[in-house]
């Protein structure tokens, strides 16, 4: 329209153009045309399209979650102590019609950071959710919390490891100390139930990893798989991997599995001993 005025094209003519009534250009070019300040008298496109999204924008709308409906939430939330899943369910049951428990959400969160007078007595009201609050980002489906990269499955392990009757399957844990200070590396294997027994200062992947290394590089050459009970010990295997000759290594649990401490202060124990214990 606007470069349709600068051309001098009659606003009849405007209309067929745009294939609308003559009325309604002229009520456009009436309302975003000013009589004073710069550009006056003068349409222009831009400053006509600002004004209409402001108008869109503070026009009054259909509101479906009314205060009514938000009574309703928060008795069902407060005294029966629903979920906004049931609680929208309920509304559709009891009164033919009801919003989605993800506007009862969205309702609820903004009350809580809502600093108006009238919101503040419901400000708290995110308290009654079952849960609390939420402990991850909703919005987050691609989250990486709870993968683990490079996670070999036990069920991937040899078949022969289950029968127990080949030496050189071995199975890793870690013992923790008392007020969890030291831990005991524990490498048992399955066969012989021979048992190795090293102190460690902490429980630094890089560290346990030197450890199992330096105490079987030299029975590396019957050494054949390894099942690790932790889930922060899959980074050994890599490392375990790279730097011996070992066929396998797996996750034997899906979820860590972290002996209970032990009421011992581990930093008194000796190596002598330990290795007195090996033997017993």
């Not at 899943?85 to 950071?113: A, C, M, N, P």
């Not at 009238?118 to 308290?127: F, P, R």
């Not at 032990?262 to 000796?270: G, R, V």
Request: hydrophobic content about 35%; proline content about 3%.
């Amino acid at each position: 329209m606007e470069a349709l005025l600068k051309v001098g094209k009659p606003k009849r003519v405007i209309a067929e153009i745009l294939e609308v009534h003559r009325s309604t250009v002229y009520r456009e070019i009436k309302r975003c045309i000013t009589t004073r300040g710069p550009g006056a008298y003068e349409y222009h496109a831009s400053k006509a399209q600002r004004e209409a999204e402001q108008l869109q924008r503070y026009k009054p709308k259909r509101i479906r979650f009314t205060d009514f409906f938000k009574d309703k939430a928060k008795v069902w939330l407060r005294d029966e102590k629903l979920s906004p899943e049931l609680i929208s369910i309920k509304g559709r049951q009891e009164l033919g019609d009801f919003v989605s428990h993800e506007t009862i959400y969205q309702w609820i969160w903004k009350l809580k950071h809502s600093f108006k007078i009238s919101d503040q007595k419901d400000k708290k009201l995110y308290k009654e959710l079952r849960h609390g609050k939420r402990r991850r980002k909703r919005a987050n489906i691609h989250g990486s919390r709870g993968l683990i990269p490079n996670r070999v499955s036990i069920e991937q392990r040899p078949a022969i490891v289950s029968k127990r009757k080949r030496i050189g399957d071995a199975e890793v844990d870690l013992m923790m100390g008392k007020h969890h200070r030291g831990a005991l590396l524990v490498v048992i294997d399955r066969a012989t139930l021979k048992t190795s027994l090293q102190k460690v200062a902490t429980r630094d992947a890089p560290l346990i990893a030197r450890k199992i290394i330096s105490k079987f590089i030299s029975h590396k050459h019957w050494m054949k798989t390894m099942t690790f009970e932790m889930i922060w010990h899959l980074r050994l295997m890599n490392r375990l991997l790279n730097r011996s000759e070992l066929k396998h290594t797996s996750l034997g649990h899906t979820l860590p599995r972290i002996k209970e401490p032990l009421k011992i202060e581990l930093e008194f124990f000796a190596d002598s001993f330990l290795k007195k214990l090996t033997y017993l």
